[in-house]
């Protein structure tokens, strides 16, 4: 038996393919607009821009920002067998820009008093990574 194997049946967990290019560009100080530019689909990116946003007290674009980085990482899920459900562990550092941008627009949504999305994508993150939802939050 695999030491991970899941014995209630439930969802296998998803692992994002690794894109190290827009992690590496922002690690090495690289703008996230400039990162976001080059590579659209890149959650990570748009995380980021929401978080600067965010703390610059521009709460609409920090929305708009995790809007864009929260569907570019459900499109990604997708891709990579995810059913809408299940595990998304923070752990595997590619899924860190999805789970970094669904907590951002949880922030955002709560900040412009959008309640019903604030406690839906709170509890997405809960049920797919409670190590994100504990470390962002």
């Not at 604030?118 to 939802?133: G, V």
């Amino acid at each position: 038996m695999a030491i991970h194997e899941n014995l209630l049946g439930g969802p296998p967990e998803t692992h994002l393919p690794d894109d190290p290019e827009p992690r590496e560009m922002l690690a090495s100080g690289t703008a996230p607009s400039e990162v976001a530019a080059k590579y659209p689909t890149s959650s990570l990116a748009w995380a980021q821009l929401a978080d600067d946003a965010f703390e610059a007290g521009s709460v609409v674009a920090s929305y708009a920002y995790a809007r864009t980085g929260y569907h570019r990482g459900l499109d990604a899920l997708r891709r990579s067998g995810w059913k809408g459900h299940g595990p998304v562990p923070f752990e595997h550092e590619p899924n860190r820009g999805f789970l970094r941008a669904l907590h951002a627009l949880a922030r955002a949504a709560q900040a412009i008093g959008e309640q019903d999305e604030y406690e839906r994508c709170s509890s997405f993150l809960k049920d797919s990574s409670p190590t994100a939802a504990s470390t962002l939050g």
